[in-house]
């Protein structure tokens, strides 16, 4: 079983410019979602999806933007990359909102702006 | 917005000994959950507690979640070098969509 698949595994980006980050999950879970890691800060959410064609905003969804065209993928775009947004980013889905149902997390993506 | 915090940040502990991480909420939860991310890996879900004053155990693993349903403790006795790493909490908001993650707990153990 594949799980949560993210690419790619590691990113070094200069400044100002774009990529996306792809997120894909075969688990048909209706939820889905997009942390940053940085050190001594824990997980913060960047934006989540409750199903296919909704999105919503987390904690720190500036400089991001997503979409959810299949229940399937959950890409993560970065409009102009700025070196705050060097960190690790984990995807990951769920059968069910948060309140009833644990988290699958992906191998992360480790992303460099210089 | 809701706040989840976690303590201590790091825990140096000598193998063979039991520490306890604590975990408070600034609302009411209704559930907690713990996840587990060993050095390099990624978050991987351990437990999560419903009830209030619910105790549940995995091996040598002891979670608690409070009467208030406000905080959470995740107790390890006889540590092992298998224990190392990062231990997070997190509890949804009262609408349910947004999880959100204590800072963790780094272990490390002493041989």
């Known amino acids: 079983n594949a799980g949560v698949t993210q690419t790619p595994k590691f990113q070094v980006l200069k400044t100002g410019q774009s990529m996306t980050l792809q997120c894909a999950q075969d688990m048909n879970h209706e939820y889905m979602s997009w942390y940053r890691q940085d050190p001594g800060m824990g997980l913060r959410l960047i934006h989540y999806s409750v199903g296919a064609g909704i999105t919503d905003q987390g904690e720190v969804p500036n400089g991001y933007n997503v979409s959810r065209s299949t229940t399937e993928d959950f890409p993560l775009r970065l409009l102009s990359a700025a070196p705050s947004q060097t960190s690790v980013y984990f995807c990951?889905?769920?059968?069910?909102?948060?309140?009833?149902?644990?988290?699958?997390f992906g191998q992360g993506t480790r992303l460099t702006v210089v | 917005g809701q706040q989840v915090m976690q303590i201590p940040q790091y825990q140096h502990v000598q193998e063979g000994e039991d520490f306890t991480t604590y975990c408070n909420s600034s609302t009411t939860l209704s559930n907690i959950q713990w996840y587990k991310q060993r050095p390099g890996g990624h978050p991987v879900f351990l437990i999560q507690?419903?009830?209030?004053?619910e105790v549940k155990k995995q091996k040598r693993l002891t979670f608690q979640f409070g009467e208030a349903k406000k905080n959470s403790s995740l107790h390890i006795t006889a540590t092992q070098t298998t224990d190392v790493g990062t231990y997070f909490c997190a509890g949804p908001e009262a609408a349910g969509n947004k999880l959100t993650f204590g800072g963790g707990t780094r272990v490390l153990v002493k041989p």
């Open positions: 507690l419903v009830k209030s004053g």
């Open positions: 990951a889905s769920s059968y069910s909102a948060p309140t009833g149902a644990e988290a699958f």
